[in-house]
């Protein structure tokens, strides 16, 4: 999956922003559409990262919490667009303490070694 490279919320972020400014200056989406869309694309993503991860839960869960807030406003939950953000903060936070102990960069330790001063 060369195309999330190490930034797939990016992609999610950017697909969710996209949805939003195309309806806000004309496309015909339907707020229902729209949950949908963001929703589709947040289970996607947060299960695309669980799998290259091996064993990051975290992202998962993180795509669920995105997909279901998404869902429950296209359904009639009437939070404004901050009280989502702060939601979602959160959620990604707790996520991201939770998963900064559980993953490891696919490079070799020895790559992001510091390399020795010399002429100093």
Same mark, same amino acid.
Not at 5 to 10: F, G, H, I, S, W
């Given at each position: 999956?060369? =195309? %999330? +490279?190490? /930034?797939?919320?990016?992609?999610?972020? #950017?697909?969710?922003? !996209?949805?939003?400014? #195309?309806? &806000? %200056?004309?496309?015909?989406?339907?707020?229902?559409?729209?949950?949908? =869309?963001?929703? @589709?694309?947040?289970?996607?993503? !947060?299960? &695309?990262?669980?799998?290259?991860?091996?064993?990051? =839960? !975290?992202?998962? @869960? #993180?795509? %669920?919490?995105?997909?279901?807030?998404?869902?429950?406003?296209?359904?009639?939950? +009437?939070?404004?667009? /901050?009280?989502?953000?702060?939601? #979602?903060?959160?959620?990604?936070?707790? @996520?991201?303490?939770?998963?900064?102990?559980? =993953?490891?960069?696919?490079?070799?330790?020895?790559?992001?070694?510091?390399?020795?001063?010399?002429?100093?």
């Amino acid at each position: 999956m060369k =195309i %999330f +490279n190490r /930034e797939p919320a990016l992609w999610l972020g #950017l697909v969710a922003i !996209g949805v939003k400014l #195309l309806a &806000a %200056f004309g496309l015909d989406v339907s707020a229902d559409q729209q949950a949908v =869309i963001n929703a @589709v694309a947040a289970a996607l993503v !947060g299960l &695309a990262l669980a799998v290259m991860a091996h064993d990051a =839960i !975290g992202a998962a @869960v #993180l795509g %669920f919490a995105q997909a279901a807030l998404a869902l429950a406003v296209g359904f009639g939950l +009437n939070w404004s667009a /901050e009280q989502q953000a702060v939601v #979602l903060a959160a959620a990604a936070a707790v @996520v991201a303490m939770w998963d900064r102990t559980q =993953i490891t960069a696919p490079v070799p330790a020895a790559a992001v070694q510091r390399a020795p001063l010399t002429g100093v």
